[in-house]
Every structure is written in structure tokens, then in C-alpha cells.
């Protein structure tokens, strides 16, 4: 294929364009990104007396466990605890947490574990010395223990210890304990609101897991889309996100029940992301809630005042003078500067319910929130204008799931939109499935577990629409970003997570290649064909001056594009190449099987390059 790349650029390429879309979906939050390693830490939002409330608990040696609600509670947020039962003559007993489907123990690091207790009734002649270890669930060796006392108190109190294991545990079979001697005491002890912190990414306090935080910034994301997806919904309108509620001490956030089957801390909440967006690089894209729950109720007109109130009070909290409350309460959490918020998406995928997003709920938070903070851009999330919205849209969040070769298909998908200052969010896309008549089904039914090569470079066609059309395009993330790799309610997903491993898929690699490798301005070139099977991009970076040539082949065969450079380059260039077979994947078994290379290769003004079948390249050449 004779490719001509034009000299002149059409569009600079926006900072924001490749990002990172998240929701706590297959605990992608509470037990994946958030630090968090217990799992049902504070028995929020479960039922006293029953099995589920136990979920992740057990007991050590002869205590019974039970879940109350206790009074007094630890807080009118969390008002359950556990209820532990020595018996006389106990051998060493206490309670055990699981994690998140295990734990995983590094010597290297210091773990910070934390509980409150209270003796309701009988109260210890003196202190109690309490254990609290990390041990293997099978083999019982001990990685890690420290001792903490409890007091003789009916109070709740807090008790904190420091957990250096002096080895690694061999695998992520482990559980946490917090155990008493034999026979040290007999009669009930309540616990709760449980913590074991590993370091976190940047120290960042109540932050988040260093390894899955890394594997993201290796992605060097432009900006970090919050709180989600359908998790921002609620199933019912009691049960949406709100942001309130997921700001101050872990002991004043009740946590709810999301939208993906399980129990949400809001440990991870909206200070925390702001912080570590910030630590990382982004800027947050953050939704506000619209009226309308995944449930499928929505609230009238006339009902909607307090919640576009907490709304507004949401983004003052981001945004806010400290002379606001929500300013007042960011400073007073540590961060007296607004957060750098640009863009406040309306509901997620509002076109599940358009009529009411389009007769009145679209219209009523926009008005009042454009009014009260004018420097927003405020993105729209039903189908792109159908229905028509009043007042008009500037911006938009689109969604595709689709089969590879709808990408491939559809990689000028963005061409024909009218350039009349609407601009486009990409906020959700991924090749999911490869049969176009199921596309959310089952794996039997099409449905991909992991990406595979195939995927990523038909997803690498589409991307190449995304530089093609950057003028209106200004951001575009894969989803879902996180999935834990057996907990999980969607695949295929960009990463794949247990508690100890990070598994990054090829489509993982696809957006690492086009983030790593982004130019300042689009060169447009000849168009590929959209029934073909080749597709190419030519950006120009200014420092250092180079060309950087993208090309997918999504076919089954070789196929050379021969480009024609406006001006002369070095002889030699940096090729980074990502192929494999159709079907293969990176999975927990084979973690880095497709993998980018790089090597050096010649180059020239005519740069004849032949894409092998089921690649990604990316090549780097400089002018001279
Ligand atoms: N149904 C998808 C669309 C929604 O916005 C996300 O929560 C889901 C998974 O990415």
C-alpha cells in the first residue's frame, strides 16, 4: 500500500487523549486498586446474624464469632461489629480474615494492621495481650506477628500494630489473625473496623496498591474518568454513589451496596482518588449523578432539587473556595487547592432511560451547575444527539463494545462528525466478543476471557481514528481498566488481578504503545481502506523532531506499506512491535506471552515497512 503523509499537520494531538476509565467493577476498588487488604473489614452494609455478614471471617482455635449491630456502635456510619466468644479452657484462639480471595506477604514490607475493640460486659482483670500475625492458611507458618494490648474498657478503642514478615510468603494463600493465649481470657470481646495496609503507591495515605497503581502509570494516562459506569447508578436510587459519603474518617463512610453484586467500602473515595490522580499525573473526568438508577427508576422533575444540590456540593468539594464548605472540608483533609477539574460527565450511559435525561434531568443539572461554575464542560452520556438535548451538548461520552472487526470496520468512525465545537470522549470501548450476534454472551457464545492479539490491533485500527480525528476527539479509555481474574462480573478486561499478580493483557499493550508514543500534531496520510485489513497513523513529535508512524495489521497475512515522508529522516529508527497469534492472550498462566519488542531498523524519507499478520508497530524515526 502507497501511503503519502502530508507535511502540513491538520490538528494538534490534545494532552488528554489516552486515559484510564474506572469503577469498583470485579473489585477493581475494594481488593484491587484500593490498599485495603481485608476483605468485610467493618461488616458495613451487611445483616447482623447472618452467614454473609461473616463473609471473609472465621474463627481461630474455640471463639464463636457472630455479627450485631452493637450499641454503642463504633459510629451511626458503621454500626456492626464482630462478636468473639472465649470459652474456658480455650487453646490460642481469636479471628481470621481471608482477604480478597488471599493475601499476599512481602518481606520487603511494612504492613499496617489496625482494629477497634470493646469488652461489652465482662472486662479483663488487666490488659490483654493480642496477636495479631500474617500466616499461611494452609501450612500455618507464621510470615509475620506482633502483639498489641487491649484494655479493660467497655469503650470502643482503636489498637495499632506495625507487621514486618521476616520472609515472603510463597504464595497468596494467607490470612490474617488477631488471636489471644490459651486460656487468657474468658467472655466477649467485640472487634470491628478492621485495617491492614500494605506501602501504598506514593505513600499516599489510605492509598492504593503500589503494584496495580504502577502497571497504570507505565500507561502514562492523561486523565482518570470517576466514579464509574453503572457503578455511579445505584440499583436503586438509595443506593447511588454519593460523594459525601465517601469522604472523612473510614469510620464516618457507611459504604453501599455497588452495582457489580458486592459491597463497597468507600474506603476508595473521592478525596483519595483525587489525590492519587493528581499523584499520578491525570486529571479527573467525574461524573455526577443524573436521576436515574440502574433499576430503572428515575426521580421527577420536581424532586430533583437535593440532588442537584449534592452535586453542586460534590464539585465545590473538588473545586470549591475554601472559603465554601466543600472547599473548606478538601482543606481541612489536607489539600486547601481546587483539583484541576475540567470536564463533569451527566449519569453514565444515560441512554438507558433518554426520555427523562432528555425531557428534564440532562437540562436541570446542567443549567444549574453551568450557572454556578461556568468554566465546566459538562459531557452528555446518551446516544450522541438521539435523542436532541436542550441545552446543546459541547461534549459527549460514547461507548462501544463491539467484535474486532466491527474495529476494524469502523476505524473512521469519527471522520464524518460535524466539526462544529462538540467534542467527543471515547469513555468506554473494547472488542469483547467475536460474535456479532452476542456480543455480551457467554465464552461458549464468542465472548473473550482475556484480549487477544487479534483484539488489541483491531482496537489499534479504532485508536488510529482517534489521532486521525483529535480535533474532536479529546479522550478515549478502554474498559473495564480492572478485573480481578476469577471475582469478576465482565471480561475481557485491560488488566487482570489477584492479590499478588498483575497480569497485562495485550490490549494493555496496545494502549501502552499508542500513550508512550504520542505526537504533538496529526500528519494526515492516505486513508485505509475500512473493509481492509492495514490501517496506519503519522504523528509528528516537535521534541525531539521525529515521525511517529503507527500501523495495524488486523489481517491473516503479511502486508508492507510503503510511507512517503514529507521531509528527510535518519537512516535508522526504533521500531516497537506487539504481534502474536489471532487468539493468543497474556492469562494468569501465560502472564507475558504477547509481549511489545523493539529493535532497530533501517529507515528513509520512503519508509517501506511490511506489518506482519496480527501486529501492532509503532515506529519512532528523526528528522534530520
Ligand atoms: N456495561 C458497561 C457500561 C457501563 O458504563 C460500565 O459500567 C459497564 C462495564 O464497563
Do not use: C
Amino acid at each position: 500500500t502507497q501511503i503519502t503523509v502530508n507535511g502540513t499537520s491538520s490538528h494538534p494531538i490534545p494532552s488528554t487523549l489516552w486515559g484510564l476509565m474506572f469503577e469498583d467493577i470485579s473489585h477493581s476498588g475494594d481488593g484491587g486498586l484500593y490498599g485495603e487488604l481485608l476483605q468485610n473489614r467493618a461488616f458495613q452494609q451487611v445483616t447482623p446474624g447472618t452467614t454473609a455478614a461473616l463473609n471473609a471471617w472465621s474463627a481461630v482455635g474455640n471463639t464463636t464469632l457472630s455479627v450485631i449491630a452493637d450499641s454503642p456502635a463504633i459510629s451511626s456510619s458503621l454500626p456492626n461489629a464482630l462478636s468473639v466468644t472465649f470459652p474456658s479452657g480455650a487453646p490460642r484462639s481469636g479471628v481470621q480474615n481471608s482477604g480478597y480471595f488471599g493475601i499476599a506477604v512481602r518481606a520487603s514490607s511494612t504492613y499496617t494492621a489496625s482494629f477497634f475493640y470493646r469488652f461489652p460486659s465482662t472486662l479483663p482483670s488487666a490488659a490483654l495481650t493480642a496477636t495479631v500475625s500474617l500466616a499461611g492458611a494452609s501450612s500455618g507458618t507464621t510470615f509475620a506477628s506482633g502483639t498489641v494490648a487491649l484494655r479493660p474498657t467497655a469503650q470502643w478503642t482503636q489498637a495499632t500494630v506495625a507487621l514486618r514478615p521476616r520472609t515472603s510468603a510463597p504464595d497468596i494463600n494467607n490470612v490474617f489473625e488477631v488471636t489471644l493465649a490459651a486460656g487468657a481470657f474468658v467472655g466477649t470481646v467485640h472487634l470491628g473496623m478492621f485495617s491492614l495496609f500494605p506501602p501504598t503507591f506514593g505513600g499516599q495515605a489510605n492509598g492504593m496498591r503500589a503494584d496495580i497503581a504502577q502497571a497504570l502509570l507505565d500507561l502514562k494516562p492523561s486523565f482518570f474518568r470517576l466514579p464509574g459506569g453503572n457503578n455511579l447508578e445505584g440499583q436503586t436510587i438509595a443506593q447511588r454513589w454519593q460523594w459525601n459519603n465517601t469522604v472523612g474518617p473510614l469510620t464516618a463512610r457507611p459504604g453501599r451496596v455497588g452495582d457489580w453484586g458486592y459491597v463497597n467500602t468507600d474506603g476508595l473515595g473521592l478525596y483519595e482518588y483525587l489525590v492519587w490522580i493528581e499523584l499520578m499525573g491525570m486529571v479527573p473526568i467525574m461524573a455526577i449523578w443524573s436521576g436515574f438508577a440502574l433499576g430503572g427508576a428515575a426521580v421527577p422533575a420536581n424532586q430533583l432539587a437535593p440532588y442537584i444540590e449534592q452535586s453542586r456540593q460534590q464539585i465545590e468539594f473538588v473545586i470549591g473556595s475554601t472559603s465554601t464548605p466543600g472547599g473548606a472540608l478538601r482543606a481541612s483533609l489536607g489539600h486547601p487547592a481546587p483539583f484541576p477539574l475540567l470536564y463533569v460527565e451527566v449519569g453514565n450511559e444515560d441512554f438507558l432511560q433518554p426520555s427523562t435525561y432528555q425531557s428534564y434531568r440532562w437540562a436541570a443539572f446542567v443549567n444549574a451547575l453551568q450557572a454556578d461554575y461556568p468554566n465546566l464542560r459538562f459531557l452528555a452520556t446518551s446516544s450522541f444527539n438521539s435523542p436532541a438535548l436542550s441545552p446543546k451538548p459541547q461534549s459527549w461520552d460514547i461507548h462501544v463494545y463491539q467484535t474486532p472487526t466491527w474495529f476494524t470496520q469502523n476505524s473512521a468512525f469519527y471522520d464524518s462528525f460535524a466539526r462544529d465545537g462538540t467534542t467527543f470522549f471515547e469513555g468506554e470501548y473494547a472488542a469483547i466478543s467475536t460474535n456479532p450476534n452476542d456480543i455480551f454472551g457467554a465464552p461458549s457464545s464468542g465472548r473473550l476471557v482475556y484480549p487477544t492479539v487479534q483484539s488489541a490491533v483491531s482496537e489499534a485500527a479504532f485508536m488510529m481514528g482517534f489521532e486521525r480525528n483529535a480535533d474532536v476527539v479529546f479522550a478515549a479509555s478502554y474498559a473495564p481498566l480492572l478485573a480481578h481474574v476469577t471475582q469478576n462480573q465482565w471480561t475481557p478486561n485491560l488488566l487482570s488481578f489477584d492479590s499478588g499478580t498483575v497480569i497485562k493483557s495485550t490490549s494493555y499493550w496496545a494502549q501502552w504503545m499508542f500513550s508512550n508514543n504520542r505526537g504533538d500534531v496529526y500528519l494526515p496520510s492516505t486513508l485505509a481502506s475500512t473493509s481492509g485489513a492495514l490501517f496506519w497513523s503519522v504523528v509528528q513529535r516537535v521534541s525531539p523532531p521525529a515521525f511517529i508512524i503507527k500501523v495495524s495489521n488486523t489481517g491473516t497475512s503479511a502486508s508492507t506499506g510503503v510511507f512517503r515522508l514529507p521531509s528527510a529522516v535518519a537512516s535508522t529508527g526504533q521500531l516497537i512491535q506487539l504481534a502474536g497469534a489471532a487468539n493468543a492472550s497474556n492469562t494468569p498462566t501465560t502472564p507475558s506471552a504477547i509481549t511489545p519488542q523493539s529493535r532497530t531498523i533501517a529507515t528513509g524519507q520512503n519508509l517501506s515497512f511490511s506489518a506482519p499478520a496480527m501486529s501492532l508497530s509503532v515506529i519512532t524515526v528523526a528528522l534530520v
